[in-house]
Structure formats: structure tokens, C-alpha cells
């Protein structure tokens, strides 16, 4: 499997637009707000961004039901705002994905209105649909529900996720009524065709490529999800005889799969198999001092996923996103800094999430804005400096996208770039270490030495073409002590609170700390 070359040693800052800096006083993020930034984020490291969607909407559930997949949203700025973004990242050796929705469009697209009518037309089946008005979809997983009763057409249309998500059509794997399609049928594939247009034309523009949003449910009643990897490798096939240097990653949840697909990589996500929260979002995660978590069900999930991708596509843990709480939630700055040492030390392209590298805060019990619901809370307003609405608007507080978090000690880029906020300055420090070493990057071959149940310290080696890495986390707070299978170390490259001592094959990490030592 081919895969970009910049994809090998890149960061990404992940930015939810709305919230992230606003230049015209409205209350909510822009794209030039965007790219008046670029320079904060090249100069923490990050030389990737991922762009939550930034189309035409109405905004139900804040971008992701798309009513024009080809025009920015007028909140955000234009086309040619777009454009320019990604020639200014471009002109700073930075990357740019959008997030891509293939599964759903808003109930305004104009390809569900069409598709409404009762006479027959191009968009008929664009999307799924069955016969009956009287019967909904029954057991499958992958429609959450119906849309009904509010057009002349007869018949449900499905749902992916809200109500006002009508599921596009790719076709069935296993056609059991007769309403359902096959994927080849002229429905599926003109689906299919559609979206290919959407993504060339982003490209086209300069896009560098796509998250894709819900990649494993295109195809229904899929058990395996065989077809709707064969989906995806048709995609895949497309962008390498067009777009060979874009890339594309999957909101999927199981490497094994989408990296079987056609993705260069595939997001770990907060549901699901991957025991992703058992690192940081239970309530006794692994990265906290209190030494009561337990890594040994997410490093076996880990390593199942990792030997299916025959160690070659990669498997992203994200510091979090727009759709979990902030990792702040369950761990202090002291804490995060460990689990900095993890993320940014694991194979795959990391990605952090705009305001975790100064340590923002998770705002609970905020009501919902544009279907957030407890998600809101991990969506405020980035905290820029000290000045009205910190920085991030000069509109009147009450315009605010979100409400800004109220506490008085609330972090800052200010604060991070005059020196005050420790936790900004370890992320930076990770980032450049990283990027100094292959054996630290996207691709380099991960194997674990010590990953206990119930147990301190974690501990793995990376491979590089001309060094090895063993990498010590310990996040508790008492001192551990295991055997592995190494040697003596040759010097610490990295270390935060105190050094590990690896002698013999026995290695002894200090409490509460991090440590990478070549070997």
C-alpha cells in the first residue's frame, strides 16, 4: 500500500472551526481566523491540520448534516477563503484534511429534496429508502431510525444518526426485501460517483485529503463489513490515479478493516472495541497518579489491530476531539504530560485537539448547541490571551458560538508562550524529539516488552532503520520495576520527572514519570 510521504513524520492539530478564532465580531470561528494562526500552530509543531466541516449547513448538528458539499459555509467565509488556507499552509510545509460526511447529507440538500418527490428522477435513489410508509428498518445497526410522514413520496427514508441525517445510498450487501438495492444498482454506484466529484473537487483546490466521518457504515446490512471495504478500496483506487499524494483516514475503529480498505489510517475511537477510554476517561484511567488503571485490554486490542495492518497503515490515538470530553476531564496538566509521552511516542500520525496543548478545560452541564449535548462542553472557544472573550472574538459575549470557560485562572497561549504554562512547553518538546528521530515517527515497528494487567510501568521499543527506542511510562505514583527483554541503555533522550535506569534488562522508572532511552 502506497502511502504519502508526508504522512510518515507529521502532527496534526485537529480545529473545530466555530470555536477555534473569530475575525468578523460574529461570535464564531472563521477561516481567516484560521489561517491568521497557521504560524501558532507550525511553531508548536504541528504541520497538519484537520478541519472539521466547514460546508454549507444548517447546523443541527454542527456541520456534519451537509446541505452543499461544494460550497464553505458563509459563517466561515468562501470558496476562495478555503482556497487560500490551504495555500498558506502550503507555503509553511503544513498540511490541510477536511472531514469528509459520505454517509448523510441534511435534510436541506437539494439531493433529498429531489429525492421526496413521488415522480421518479436522478436522486431517487440517492438515498435509502423503502416502500412503505408503514414499516420502518427494523434490526439493522447501521440506520439509527427513519425519516417519515413528511413527504409525498411513500415509504421511510433511513437515518444514520439524527433525525435530520437521511442515510445516502450505497447500496446492500445482502438484499432480504425487495426495496433494497444492490451496490452495483444505478442508485448506489451514482451515489458513489457523486461523492467521488465532491472529493476532486477539494482536491482539485488543494485539499491535502480526508477524515472521513462514519467510514464504516456506507453499506447496510454488511456484516463484516466486506462490502463496504471493497467500497472503499474503488475509492481508493480513484484518488491514487488522481490524487496520489492526498490522504485518506477513517473514522472506523478497526485498522484491520479500513486499512484493508484503502485508508492510510484509522482513528481509535471513544466507542467500541478499542478500550480507548481506558487510558484516560474512566473514572480510574491509567494515566492518573493514583495507580489504579489498567492498560493490558487496550495494548491486546492494540496489538491485534496493529499485526492486521501487517504493520504497514497506521492507527491514530488522538488526545481527544470534538465528540468526547477533554482529556482535562479526568487528568491534571502533571498527568497529561505523561500521557503527551505516550501519544506522541506510539506509531501512527498523532493528532491533538486544539486547546489540549495549554491544558483547556472540560466545561460539564453546558446546554447543548448544535446537537453537542455533552460533547459542548469539549467545543468552548479557544483561549487566545487575557483581553475581552480571551482573545477569541471582539463581538459581545452573548454572540459567542459557546460559552467561554468562566474560570479565573483559565489557561492561555499567552500564558503557554511567556513561559507559564509547563504542559505547553513538554508538548513542543515532544513534538521536536519526535520529529528528530525515525525510530519515533509514523512508521517505525512498535513492540511491546511490559503491558501487565492491572500494573506500572508501560513500557515498548521502537525500531528504526539506524536506532531503537525503549520507551518507560510510568503514570503512578510510586516507583515500578520490571524485567525486559533488553539490555543495558546507552542514554536517556527524554525524560520528565526523573530519569529511568535500564541495567541488565532491568528497568526501574521513577513515579509519575516518562523516560526514552536508546538502546
Known amino acids: 500500500m502506497s502511502m504519502p510521504k508526508w504522512l510518515e513524520n507529521i502532527v496534526f492539530y485537529e480545529i473545530y472551526p466555530q470555536s477555534f478564532n473569530d475575525t468578523n465580531a460574529d461570535g464564531i470561528g472563521d477561516i481567516p481566523g484560521i489561517i491568521e494562526k497557521l504560524d501558532y500552530i507550525k511553531e508548536l509543531g504541528c504541520d497538519g491540520i484537520w478541519l472539521n466541516p466547514c460546508f454549507e449547513s444548517p447546523f443541527y448538528?454542527?456541520?456534519?448534516?451537509?446541505?452543499?458539499?461544494?460550497?464553505?459555509?458563509?459563517?466561515?467565509?468562501t470558496n476562495e477563503d478555503l482556497k487560500r488556507l490551504f495555500e498558506e499552509a502550503h507555503a509553511r510545509d503544513m498540511?490541510?484534511?477536511?472531514?469528509?460526511?459520505?454517509?448523510?447529507?441534511?435534510?436541506?440538500?437539494?439531493?433529498?429534496?429531489?429525492?421526496?418527490k413521488a415522480a421518479k428522477n436522478e436522486y431517487t435513489d440517492r438515498y435509502?429508502?423503502?416502500?412503505?410508509?408503514?414499516?420502518?428498518?427494523?434490526?439493522?445497526?447501521?440506520?439509527?431510525?427513519?425519516?417519515?410522514?413528511?413527504?409525498?413520496?411513500?415509504?421511510?427514508?433511513?437515518?444514520?444518526?439524527?433525525?435530520?441525517?437521511?442515510?445516502?445510498?450505497?447500496?446492500?450487501?445482502k438484499c432480504?426485501?425487495?426495496?433494497?438495492?444492490?451496490?452495483?444498482?444505478?442508485?448506489?454506484?451514482?451515489?458513489?460517483?457523486?461523492?467521488?466529484?465532491?472529493?476532486?473537487?477539494?482536491?482539485?483546490?488543494?485539499?491535502?485529503?480526508?477524515?472521513?466521518?462514519?467510514a464504516g457504515s456506507l453499506v447496510k446490512n454488511d456484516e463484516g463489513q466486506e462490502a463496504t471495504i471493497q467500497l472503499w478500496q474503488d475509492f481508493r483506487r480513484f484518488m491514487d490515479e488522481e490524487f496520489p499524494d492526498c490522504a485518506l483516514l477513517s473514522e472506523w475503529g478497526n485498522p484491520g478493516r479500513s486499512l484493508r480498505g484503502g485508508f492510510h489510517m484509522d482513528f481509535l475511537l471513544h466507542f467500541g472495541p478499542s478500550h480507548y477510554l481506558d487510558l484516560f476517561r474512566v473514572e480510574e484511567p491509567y494515566f492518573s497518579r493514583r495507580g489504579k488503571g489498567d492498560i493490558s485490554d487496550f495494548v491486546e486490542t492494540y496489538k491485534s489491530n496493529y499485526e492486521a495492518t501487517n504493520r504497514e497503515g497506521l492507527i491514530c490515538i488522538p488526545s481527544g476531539n470534538h465528540d468526547?470530553?477533554?482529556?482535562?476531564?479526568?487528568?491534571?496538566?502533571?498527568?497529561?504530560?505523561?500521557?503527551?509521552?505516550?501519544?506522541?511516542?506510539?506509531?501512527?500520525?498523532?493528532?491533538?485537539?486544539?486547546?489540549?496543548?495549554?491544558?483547556?478545560?472540560?466545561?460539564?452541564?453546558?446546554?447543548?448547541?448544535?446537537?453537542?449535548?455533552?460533547?459542548?462542553?469539549?467545543?468552548?472557544?479557544?483561549?487566545?490571551?487575557?483581553?475581552?472573550?480571551?482573545?477569541?472574538?471582539?463581538?459581545?459575549?452573548?454572540?459567542?458560538?459557546?460559552?467561554?470557560?468562566?474560570?479565573?485562572?483559565?489557561?492561555?497561549?499567552?500564558?503557554?508562550?511567556?513561559?507559564?504554562?509547563?504542559?505547553?512547553?513538554?508538548?513542543?518538546?515532544?513534538?521536536?524529539?519526535?520529529?528528530?528521530?525515525?525510530?519515533?515517527?509514523?512508521?517505525?515497528?512498535?513492540?511491546?516488552?511490559?503491558?501487565?494487567?492491572?500494573?506500572?510501568?508501560?513500557?515498548?521499543?521502537?525500531?528504526?532503520?539506524?536506532?531503537?527506542?525503549?520507551?518507560?511510562?510510568?503514570?503512578?505514583?510510586?516507583?515500578?520495576?520490571?524485567?525486559?527483554?533488553?539490555?543495558?541503555?546507552?542514554?536517556?533522550?527524554?525524560?520528565?520527572?526523573g530519569e529511568a535506569v535500564l541495567e541488565n534488562g532491568k528497568l526501574t522508572v521513577p513515579a509519575a514519570s516518562a523516560s526514552f532511552i536508546l538502546l
Open 61 to 77: 448538528d454542527a456541520g456534519y448534516d451537509v446541505s452543499n458539499y461544494k460550497k464553505v459555509a458563509p459563517r466561515y467565509g
Open 95 to 116: 498540511h490541510v484534511i477536511l472531514d469528509l460526511v459520505p454517509g448523510h447529507t441534511s435534510i436541506n440538500h437539494k439531493w433529498f429534496q429531489e429525492s421526496c
Open 128 to 173: 435509502v429508502w423503502n416502500d412503505d410508509i408503514w414499516s420502518d428498518f427494523g434490526q439493522d445497526e447501521s440506520i439509527m431510525g427513519s425519516i417519515r410522514g413528511f413527504y409525498e413520496r411513500n415509504g421511510c427514508c433511513a437515518v444514520n444518526f439524527f433525525s435530520i441525517q437521511p442515510a445516502l445510498n450505497y447500496g446492500y450487501a
Open 176 to 214: 432480504t426485501e425487495s426495496w433494497m438495492q444492490p451496490m452495483d444498482a444505478p442508485g448506489p454506484m451514482a451515489t458513489r460517483e457523486a461523492m467521488k466529484d465532491v472529493m476532486r473537487f477539494w482536491m482539485s483546490m488543494g485539499c491535502d485529503g480526508f477524515r472521513v466521518d462514519m
Open 324 to 497: 468526547m470530553p477533554r482529556i482535562k476531564d479526568k487528568l491534571d496538566d502533571e498527568e497529561v504530560k505523561i500521557a503527551f509521552a505516550f501519544l506522541l511516542s506510539v506509531p501512527g500520525a498523532p493528532f491533538i485537539y486544539y486547546g489540549d496543548e495549554i491544558g483547556m478545560n472540560y466545561l460539564a452541564d453546558l446546554p447543548s448547541v448544535e446537537g453537542g449535548y455533552h460533547r459542548t462542553g469539549a467545543r468552548s472557544p479557544m483561549q487566545w490571551d487575557h483581553s475581552a472573550n480571551a482573545g477569541f472574538s471582539s463581538g459581545e459575549p452573548e454572540s459567542l458560538y459557546i460559552s467561554l470557560d468562566p474560570s479565573e485562572n483559565r489557561p492561555t497561549v499567552q500564558d503557554a508562550l511567556e513561559g507559564r504554562i509547563p504542559l505547553y512547553d513538554e508538548i513542543k518538546k515532544l513534538i521536536a524529539i519526535r520529529k528528530e528521530h525515525e525510530a519515533l515517527q509514523s512508521t517505525a515497528p512498535m513492540e511491546f516488552l511490559y503491558a501487565e494487567k492491572a500494573a506500572y510501568p508501560l513500557v515498548y521499543k521502537r525500531t528504526g532503520k539506524d536506532e531503537e527506542i525503549l520507551i518507560a511510562i510510568n503514570p503512578s505514583g510510586q516507583e515500578a520495576t520490571c524485567q525486559v527483554a533488553a539490555g543495558t541503555g546507552k542514554g536517556v533522550i527524554y525524560s520528565n520527572n
